[in-house]
């Protein structure tokens, strides 16, 4: 039995040969299609070819034309058309497809999976793997050629699906995952996703709910909004998709009764399902409701993960996981059950010690303090292992207050060095890292920030990690990263005589100075969003933390205490 790799493919020549070598033990025949609109083609296909040649593969080729309105586009006007000539072209008794920014899990694995497919099945769907969305989703991957030839094609110019006959059998199998790996994320896909769509003439619920969800994942507030209510008056809605659109409009909204509104309604389109009551406990933590944060919380933590055919291809595995655990002991926390919270916190670890304690300082800005804590939790390939400490102000009301959710220390000094160090008092990881609110992780920083130190022993031996922070080429550490063995030689993470400014010269110095410091700056990218580098606006924060005053007293301070440094 031969199986064929079929691709549409733009100017792809830094992804095309990760994605065959990936797939390689799973086809005989690459089925490529060049649909790049007017661009000028670079050496996308001939790379593939060659490739081909050399690992022993059939190579079928041919370019897709837009049609006479899109001419003029510098991209693919319709992804189903393009597929469709994809498979048309393919010769094999298995046709499979795949991006060219995609890799696989299990390939090995394929062959046999297919052929151990029953005759009356016509389409198997596999696992796909989004990074950074923690959605693991079953998309159609593979079909027998006469199946394909007898009607079942691709439609949907975006977003496209496989068209199945009534009566048809299909099988979902886990044991192959896609896996999305771009190597950047390209936000020109967002504009030509809306134009392909508004270039449709087909008003219908599934293009109004494609075109909202464009817009919202291109953070086009108002835009997804508007398509979202109008895709929900369709009664055909599919109910993935309406349930989808449900949960982003009630993010979306700046009315607190619609937002409700639209999640109760979510849940009674999938009552099985955790996302809409995770989506209700929100929405009463920013009613400052704890009690009834608490009550959908339980409601919540009833709900066991559904079976596969039960589950909308928006389901969010994380809910069933770490993140329902997190946002449980978050409700409990903040009606002041401190004993459930840890109960519910220790679930959250499974049963384990953190490794890694994220020392996060934060004052004036409690809402971005919880979005960078989500960022960080949700960048990370395991956040069981990931401890995250608030530590806030005791004269910022609005942080003290949405402190109480989250694990926290409140500091009677208004210096976020103070606070540093008392977060990192109480925290229990092999590793400390230092956090703002104006840090952007990289995905899957954890493993990153573990596999630097793999063979060291965190407790024994005193080592600091310099990550680069996207701008800066001098050698000060503006991110303390540090063992636990360093932090209890040091006795603080800072100097506590410093407010702010110069705690982090002093810290670098030592760490240079001592010959511990790990430099991983071309290995390990933190993206700081600071004002210095022309990446934020200066506010209160900022100013507070940066005074003429305190940079003076600093200076002096530091020179004092470190007279060998230059």
């Known amino acids: 039995m031969r199986f064929s790799l079929c691709v549409i493919c733009g100017n792809e020549s830094h992804h095309i040969g990760q994605m065959l070598a990936a797939f390689a033990p799973a086809f005989d025949e690459l089925s490529l299609v060049r649909a790049i609109g007017k661009r000028v083609p ?7 070819e060659e490739w081909c040649r050399s690992n022993g593969k059939a190579f079928v080729f041919s370019e897709y034309i837009n049609e006479p309105t899109a001419r003029d586009w510098d991209h693919v006007d319709s992804f189903a058309r393009a597929r469709n000539a994809a498979f048309k072209q393919a010769k094999s008794e298995w046709l499979f497809w795949a991006d060219c920014d995609d890799v696989v899990r299990g390939a090995e694995n394929l062959r046999r999976t297919l052929e151990q497919v029953p005759a009356d099945v016509q389409m198997v769907r596999f696992s796909y793997d989004v990074k950074g969305s923690n959605k693991c989703l079953f998309r159609e991957r593979a079909i027998r050629r006469d199946a394909f030839h007898s009607g079942r094609v691709w439609h949907h110019d975006v977003h496209e699906n496989l068209l199945i006959l009534a009566g048809d059998k299909h099988l979902d199998l886990g044991d192959v995952v896609w896996v999305h790996a771009p190597k950047e994320i390209k936000q020109e896909n967002r504009r030509r996703n809306l134009r ?3 270039n449709s003439v087909r008003e219908c619920a599934t293009q109004y709910f494609y075109i909202h969800q464009e817009h919202y994942c291109n953070q086009n507030r108002e835009a997804a909004l508007e398509f979202g209510r109008l895709a929900l008056q369709f009664p055909n809605l599919q109910p993935a998709f309406r349930y989808e659109a449900l949960l982003n409009c009630a993010r979306l909204t700046n009315s607190s009764r619609e937002a409700k509104s639209l999640l109760l309604e979510a849940h009674g389109v999938f009552p099985w399902c955790r996302e ?18 608490v009550y959908w919380a339980h409601r919540m933590t009833e709900l066991r993960e559904p079976l596969s055919d039960k589950r909308p291809w928006t389901h969010e595995a994380k809910w069933y996981g770490w993140a329902g655990y997190d946002l449980a002991a978050r409700a409990f926390r903040a009606e002041g059950n401190k004993a459930m919270a840890a109960v519910l916190q220790a679930q959250y670890y499974l049963g384990k010690t953190p490794k890694i304690s994220l020392l996060h300082a934060t004052r004036g800005r409690s809402s971005m303090a919880v979005s960078t804590r989500d960022m960080w939790l949700n960048a990370a390939s395991d956040p069981t292992r990931v401890e995250h400490i608030f530590a806030v102000d005791e004269d910022d009301a609005v942080s003290v207050e949405m402190a109480k959710q989250f694990i926290s220390v409140t500091s ?4 976020c060095v103070a606070a540093w160090n008392l977060a990192a008092a109480s925290a229990r990881g092999e590793i400390l890292v230092q956090l703002s609110d104006d840090w952007v992780p990289c995905a899957g920083w954890d493993e990153k920030l573990l596999d630097l130190v793999r063979d060291r022993d965190a407790h024994s031996e005193p080592f600091v990690i310099a990550p680069s922070d996207g701008s800066r080429k001098d050698d000060l550490l503006c991110m303390a990263i540090l063992s636990r063995a360093r932090y209890e030689q040091q006795g603080h993470l800072f100097f506590p005589e410093y407010e702010s400014v110069f705690s982090d010269n002093e810290f670098s110095h030592r ?4 010959g511990i410091v790990i430099d991983a700056r071309d290995r390990l990218r933190f993206d700081h969003r600071h004002p210095a580098f022309g990446k934020a606006n200066m506010d209160k924060t ?19 205490r470190n007279p060998d440094a230059k």
């Not at 760490?511 to 001592?514: H, M, N, P, S, T």
């Not at 900022?542 to 530091?558: C, D, K, M, Q």
């Open 412 to 415: 009677s000094d208004k210096s």
């Open 42 to 48: 670079d050496a996308t296909k001939e790379i593939a």
């Open 511 to 514: 760490a240079w100075r001592d």
């Open 276 to 293: 809409a009551f995770a989506g209700l406990v929100l929405h009463a933590f920013e009613q400052k409701d704890y009690s009834m944060a």
């Open 196 to 198: 392909i769509l508004a």
């Open 542 to 560: 900022y100013s507070h933390t940066n005074s003429r005053e305190r940079y003076v007293r600093g200076e002096a301070l530091f020179k004092s």
